[in-house]
T-cell receptor, first 114, second 111 residues
């Protein structure tokens, strides 16, 4: 089944404890992206990647890191989480073929930083 | 500036009524996407519109695209409670460019 997976789905952690949220897609998509969603603020892009080893900042990159060592994986790293990073996080991927760049979303990761 | 404006941002309506959600985008594009999100869930692709005049329908939802007006509409016919969700539109400003997202329209349909 074609899909985007994220792990964990739920995470409660404490301020300053490094964490990684994994994202993997099995559709051979070039493009991957991380978003966060907060009530009333819609989707805000954190980082995106057009291809392996190519990453770029989105609208709200502060406090986050990403890497794209393989095409299928795009982990999101919070080196020192803070309470303002409590949010619902989505990973998405897209074929970026030039004709149709529909994004496919993972199930989401709900993060709480205490 | 690349941006998308959705109107309204919040809509409460009765079952059986018709209504339209509007999506205006800032630059020329013939690619527009509609997504649905249920509370606490992920985003699900609803419609992909890839040309001027494109119209797609599924059940009580119909989406259209007018590239000259830079406008897409999502029309709801005879609304039912199951359509309660947040609806997002996103457009593609050009080739090799990622999607630009609207803020979402939260739709509540009351029995």
């Amino acid at each position: 089944e074609a899909q985007v997976t994220q792990n964990p789905r739920y995470l409660i952690t404490v301020t300053g404890k490094k964490l990684t949220v994994t994202c993997s897609q099995n559709m051979n998509h070039e493009y991957m992206s991380w978003y966060r969603q907060d009530p009333g603020l819609g989707l805000r892009q954190i980082y995106y990647s057009m291809n392996v080893e190519v990453t770029d900042k989105g609208d709200v990159p502060e406090g986050y890191k990403v890497s794209r060592k393989e095409k299928r994986n795009f982990p999101l790293i919070l080196e020192s989480p803070s309470p303002n990073q409590t949010s619902l996080y989505f990973c998405a991927s897209s074929p970026f073929t030039g004709t149709r760049n529909e994004q496919f979303f993972g199930p989401g990761t709900r993060l709480t930083v205490l | 500036e690349l941006k998308v404006e959705q109107n309204p941002l919040f809509l409460s309506m009765q079952e059986g009524k018709n209504y339209t959600i509007y999506c205006n985008y800032s630059t020329t594009s013939d690619r527009l996407y509609w997504y649905r999100q249920d509370p606490g869930k992920s985003l699900e692709s609803l419609f992909v519109l890839l040309s001027n005049g494109a119209v797609k329908q599924e059940g009580r939802l119909m989406a259209s695209l007018d590239t000259k007006a830079r406008l897409s509409t999502l029309h709801i016919t005879a609304a039912v409670h199951d359509l309660s969700a947040t609806y997002f539109c996103a457009f593609e400003p050009g080739s090799n460019y990622q999607l630009i997202w609207g803020a979402g329209t939260k739709l509540i349909i009351k029995p």
